[in-house]
Nanobody, 119 residues
Framework: QVQLVESGGGLVQDGGSLRLSCAAS????????MGWYRQAPGKERELVAT???????VIADSVKGRFTISRDNARNTIYLQMNSLKPGDTAVYYC?????????????WGQGTQVTVSS
């Protein structure tokens, strides 16, 4: 059974920083693109950042210059370094990954971690 486990969320003041982690565990053959999405109350889930197995990244304009996504392929883990946080960044942050299990690729989601930025 494949799982994505996020950690690192919490409460931080305006302008502060947090680092999220997401580790994939279980039995699988490979992992391709991984990423972070977020969903604020009353809003749709939106892309924050993705990173390919080769390290190519896609960053949402709303967080560009403040958030950095990185990846440790040996640990099947991605990170999201969030600096200069704003109240508008408050949301549940979800990890996602494209994972190959028994010759089939499919998308997986983590359970989400809450990030709250106070003004």
């Amino acid at each position: 059974q494949v799982q994505l486990v996020e950690s690192g969320g919490g409460l931080v003041q305006d302008g502060g920083s947090l680092r999220l982690s997401c580790a994939a565990s279980g039995t699988f053959f490979g992992i391709n693109t991984m990423g972070w999405y977020r969903q604020a109350p009353g809003k749709e889930r939106e892309l924050v950042a993705t990173i390919s197995i080769g390290g190519s990244t896609v960053i949402a304009d709303s967080v560009k210059g403040r958030f950095t996504i990185s990846r440790d392929n040996a640990r099947n883990t991605i990170y999201l370094q969030m600096n200069s946080l704003k109240p508008g960044d408050t949301a549940v942050y979800y990890c996602s990954a494209q994972i190959e299990v028994r010759s089939f690729w499919r998308g997986y989601w983590g359970q989400g971690t809450q990030v709250t930025v106070s003004s």
